[in-house]
T-cell receptor, first 111, second 115 residues
Framework: DQQVKQNSPSLSVQEGRISILNCDYTNSMFDYFLWYKKYPAEGPTFLISISSIKDKNEDGRFTVFLNKSAKHLSLHIVPSQPGDSAVYFCAEGIGNEKLTFGTGTRLTIIP | DVKVTQSSRYLVKRTGEKVFLECVQDMDHENMFWYRQDPGLGLRLIYFSYDVKMKEKGDIPEGYSVSREKKERFSLILESASTNQTSMYLC??????????????FGPGTRLTVL
């Protein structure tokens, strides 16, 4: 049973516009949330994180939003750039550092 | 910078062979992890280790074993490779201890094909 779901396998966005990637989870015990970005033939790299005590965290063009009541996490990228084209994974964890990853969303930025 | 290296980028093995995938990290991290990545399934945790000689099963440990004899090295072993173990294998490490928003650092991956 998939505890972390990314329901959109792919997303295309025009360069300069906002990209919104979504993630839903079922385990209310998760206490921190992360987004990773993965280019082909490379390992995932950490992008941004948020703890369960917050509802928003911002880092440059990237903002993560957490809605605990809806068990929903989203990543906003503004403005989107061609280099943002990659597969994005959300991940959730509980204290002991074991992360549960989503299925991934392939983001394509159209020049 | 943290560096996580994996012994091979591409590997082709035959059904029934014993396969070793090696991972080394150079930042004295306590925790190490092995995942596999398959289309539509995301990253699934096979095994992880919090310390030398310690190991914990992840979500899909069947058909795999691991070894951690030294802190910096974590090996994944396929005792008898099968075609359904064809996948991208990713190793990761993290600092350790109870941390909020813990970041895992990944290696480049090994694409294993079992014929």
């Amino acid at each position: 049973d998939q505890q972390v779901k990314q329901n959109s396998p792919s997303l295309s966005v025009q360069e300069g516009r906002i990209s919104i990637l979504n993630c839903d989870y079922t385990n209310s015990m998760f206490d921190y949330f992360l987004w990773y970005k993965k280019y082909p033939a490379e390992g995932p790299t950490f992008l941004i994180s948020i703890s369960s005590i917050k509802d928003k965290n911002e880092d440059g063009r990237f903002t993560v939003f957490l809605n605990k009541s809806a068990k929903h996490l989203s990543l906003h990228i503004v403005p989107s750039q061609p280099g943002d084209s990659a597969v994005y994974f959300c991940a959730e964890g509980i204290g002991n550092e074991k992360l549960t990853f989503g299925t991934g969303t392939r983001l394509t930025i159209i020049p | 910078d943290v560096k996580v290296t994996q012994s091979s980028r591409y590997l082709v093995k035959r059904t029934g062979e014993k396969v070793f995938l090696e991972c080394v990290q150079d930042m004295d991290h306590e925790n190490m992890f092995w995942y596999r990545q398959d289309p539509g399934l995301g990253l699934r945790l096979i095994y992880f280790s919090y310390d030398v000689k310690m190991k914990e099963k992840g979500d899909i440990p069947e058909g795999y074993s691991v070894s951690r004899e030294k802190k910096e090295r974590f090996s994944l072993i396929l005792e008898s490779a099968s075609t359904n173990q064809t996948s991208m294998y990713l190793c990761a490490s993290s600092l350790g201890g109870r941390r909020v928003a813990s970041e895992q650092f990944f290696g480049p991956g090994t694409r294993l094909t079992v014929l």
